[in-house]
């Protein structure tokens, strides 16, 4: 059990990461080659990865160098998630390639400890091997993250949305109520399953809530508590995908594809919002606006998702995509 302990300054600096951190969901990642747990969730993601790092040559890297360092167990390196990379995948990498030597060794001990490192990983407190495991964690994001970006991307602003609209309800309590189902708040302390038996106490610090698309079960935080505070937690993620109708990519105008109103509702899904509140904007029964939400649900333009006792609505990748390109660009 991991215990998170906030006073009320820790409360007011609580806050959500505004992007999917590519470290973090390169290594979460990781983990799902190494366990067949909630894998039907990465179906899709498993095989097509699977077969674009066979085919560039990239599994015996993937076997030898990446997936020893970051084992699915109590422990890997902090150095390898750092808090740059929440500004994207070339700050984060810097940062690895610039943490310091004794770190880089004290880190790989306590993986050697825990689950054990392999023989070559102290070698990465040099310079020169230290860019290779940076041009490795470069060709695996290319290879099996960014292809899958925008659905990510959807995934992560869906979660900010309902977590915004939570704060706007309750407050900060209110997020820390809502993270699921093995996390529970119990004021002044965040208790959720953990690997082990710890206690963190923010002291000030605030901590930064970071919803990982790749995290599954778990939440994971760092191990030394000296850094700035970090819980990574899991999205929930829907048991079924939908077919796609070929001519929602055609390019014809969204009211012709769709018709007005529901035009208007799926505008109206892209910044998150209610059955009522779609029912509003418009200018629809609630009943009807139900309706329209179900038929753009059904074409995989929308995902719904309960928090507490509403529904709340968001765009999928393919609704993004195709609202992205039914809005004119200005001159």
Known sequence: MLRIHFTDADLNRTRIAAAPDPLWEICT?????????????????????????????????????????????????????????????????????????????????????????????????????????????????????????????ARIEAERSARARAVLSHGTEGVLQGLGPGLQWRRPVLHTVYPEDRDLRLDGR???????????????????????PVLLYALNHETHRTAIPADLGSGAPLASLLGRTRATVLRAVAAGATTGELARAAGVSAPSASQHVTALRDAGLVVSHRYASSVLHTLTPLGAALLRANTPTPR
């Open 206 to 228: 605030g901590l930064l809530l970071v919803p990982s698309y790749f995290c599954w079960g778990n939440p994971v935080s760092f191990s030394d508590t000296t850094l700035d």
């Open 29 to 153: 990642s990781l983990h799902r080659f190494q366990s067949r747990q909630g894998r039907w969730a990465y179906a899709d993601w498993y095989r097509t990865s699977r077969t674009r790092l066979h085919a560039t040559g990239f599994n015996r890297t993937l076997r030898t160098l990446l997936l020893p360092l970051v084992p699915r167990a109590t422990y890997f390196p902090d150095f390898l998630t750092p808090p740059e990379s929440v500004d994207g995948l070339d700050a984060g990498l810097e940062a690895v390639l610039s943490t310091p030597r004794r770190r880089v060794l004290r880190e790989i001990a306590i993986l050697d400890r825990t689950s054990g490192a392999p023989a070559w990983a102290h070698r990465l407190a040099e310079p020169d091997t230290r860019r290779e495991l940076v041009q490795a964690l470069r060709d695996y994001y290319d290879t099996v993250i960014a292809p899958y970006g925008d659905r990510i991307r």
